[in-house]
Nanobody
Framework: QLQLVESGGGLVQPGGSLTLSCAAS????????IGWFRQAPGKVREGVSCISGSGVRTVYGDSVKGRFTIARDSAKNTVTLQMNSLNSEDTAVYYC???????????????????????WGQGTQVTVSS
């Protein structure tokens, strides 16, 4: 059974850091582009970051650029999202998703489009509060 599981969420103070992890079972993440999304209460789900399956490209949403870093750990079959300088607007449920469409795979093109992804995790809560 193909499954994605996010972990690493929690409560953090403004200005703090967290690292989220997306782990796969039943398939290799190296064959997929991985996107991170988030959904805050009362808001639509938004694309946060993407790392291409080809490994050549990473993309970030404007709201997280310069603060978040996405990376692969092939040995552990995981993709991590390092989040720094967190603020209250980063509070959301964070999801990872895996897709193999060609433009998505090579360039992360259209990474914010949820239909581009075949597999989704259940989400992990991130709360930024003092």
């Amino acid at each position: 059974q193909l499954q994605l599981v996010e972990s690493g969420g929690g409560l953090v103070q403004p200005g703090g850091s967290l690292t989220l992890s997306c782990a796969a079972s039943g398939f290799s993440l190296d064959s997929y582009t991985i996107g991170w999304f988030r959904q805050a209460p009362g808001k639509v789900r938004e694309g946060v970051s993407c790392i291409s399956g080809s490994g050549v490209r990473t993309v970030y949403g404007d709201s997280v650029k310069g603060r978040f870093t996405i990376a692969r750990d092939s040995a552990k079959n995981t993709v991590t999202l390092q989040m720094n300088s967190l603020n209250s607007e980063d509070t959301a449920v964070y999801y990872c998703a895996a897709g193999q469409g060609s433009d998505l795979y090579y360039y992360c093109s259209g990474f914010v489009l949820e239909d581009e992804y075949d597999h989704w995790g259940q989400g992990t809560q991130v709360t930024v509060s003092s």
